[in-house]
């Protein structure tokens, strides 16, 4: 299969469109990451977005719908869920919903679950894209199983050139870490994978703690991510990195570096320890520096507060044994 990359101005996103309800696979950005689309009701399609990421088809899929009243047709919202849709979509955020009754997410991208994920995204092009489509698109980040996630469309095309149908080009992702996901199957929402919509954001909204993934014993297997070893990179990964030792490249943050640190192998997530910042380039630098060969990227300590909790979050992943 030829993967063709499109610009995303109308012409682009009319095709886009057309290719998805044509049950072919398009990659498009959102503000979180590149996403790879496929066509929530078609199973067909769907099954081939699993083997095109070589995605383990036990892990369920985030639906994306261009507005709330279409969020409302695929799962059963209580007050929590109905408070954090109306204060954080669209946006970086994906509510965990019981679905409904005649839910058109197909059972395969639900892997079987009665529950159900749904994300109304506020980038333009996936927004202008999801109402041209008129149906619910899942899609998960637009790498192969278990790799970085991709924040530029140079990063899908290395991941999944001839795999997939169309990427449409829409410049670099502006935050960078996926979508923070709140469970809303039961009474008390549960953080299940944290993100730029952070802890603190979603407990002042709430006016209530937030329980996290581990709090509660579930008979779904509903915390993301949960495989051991995600966003892999071939480098190993040493977190919390006081120093760098010989061969390694570094990861800094903020403008101190650590001692043994050589700025020809060195990739700075924010010179003036901006977090945000710090979110937005995190894949990209770490594609970047894997590409430099080394054995081991260390990583500068990341403070956890804010999205931080998220860098983190995704480090901790990144560094799992595998
Ligand atoms: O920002 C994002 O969320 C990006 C962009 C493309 O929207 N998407 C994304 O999708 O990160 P993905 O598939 O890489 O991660 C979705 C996570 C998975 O780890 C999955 O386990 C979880 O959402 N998930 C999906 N459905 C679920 C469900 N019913 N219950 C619990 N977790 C679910
Ligand atoms: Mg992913």
Not at 8 to 37: M, N
Not at 63 to 71: L, P
Not at 265 to 288: M, V
Request: net charge neutral; proline share 7%; charged share 20%.
């Amino acid at each position: 299969m030829k993967t063709r990359t499109l610009k995303a101005d109308r012409t682009g996103i009319a095709e886009a469109a057309a290719t998805l309800a044509a049950g072919k696979l398009v990659a498009f950005p959102t503000e979180t990451v590149y996403g790879l689309g496929a066509d929530a009701g078609n199973a067909e399609a769907v099954a081939r977005l699993y083997e095109a990421k070589g995605r383990p088809s036990f892990n369920p899929l985030i639906a994306h719908v261009a507005q709330i009243s279409d969020a409302e047709r695929i799962g059963v919202m209580n007050d929590a869920a109905r408070l954090l849709a109306a204060k954080f979509w669209p946006g970086p955020f994906t509510l965990v919903l019981p679905a409904s009754a005649d839910c058109p997410v197909c059972e395969l991208a639900r892997a079987g679950l009665p529950t159900v994920a749904v994300r109304v995204p506020a980038h333009e092009i996936a927004n202008a894209l999801l109402k041209a489509a008129a149906r619910p698109i899942v899609a998960p980040s637009a790498n192969r199983s278990g790799h970085v996630s991709p924040t530029q469309a140079s990063h899908v095309l290395a991941d999944l050139e001839g795999r997939i149908d169309l990427i449409l080009d829409g410049g670099a992702t502006p935050l960078g870490l996926e979508s923070t996901i709140v469970n809303c199957t039961s009474e008390r929402p549960q953080l299940l994978r944290p993100g730029s919509i952070t802890r603190a954001r979603l407990e002042s909204a709430l006016g209530s703690p937030v329980a996290d993934a581990s709090d509660t014993v579930s008979d779904t297997p509903n915390a993301p991510g949960q495989l051991a070893s995600h966003y892999a990179t071939r480098a190993r990964i040493r977190l919390d990195a006081y120093d760098v030792k010989a061969g390694e490249v570094l990861l800094a943050f903020g403008s101190d570096l650590p001692p043994g640190a050589d700025p020809a192998r060195t990739i700075n997530l924010s010179l003036s320890g901006n977090l945000i910042e710090a979110a937005a380039n995190l894949f990209a630098h770490l594609r970047a520096l894997d590409a430099l060969g080394a054995e081991t990227i260390a990583v500068a300590p990341i403070p956890s507060t804010g999205i931080g909790e998220a860098i983190r979050d995704r480090l901790v992943r990144a560094a799992a044994p595998r």
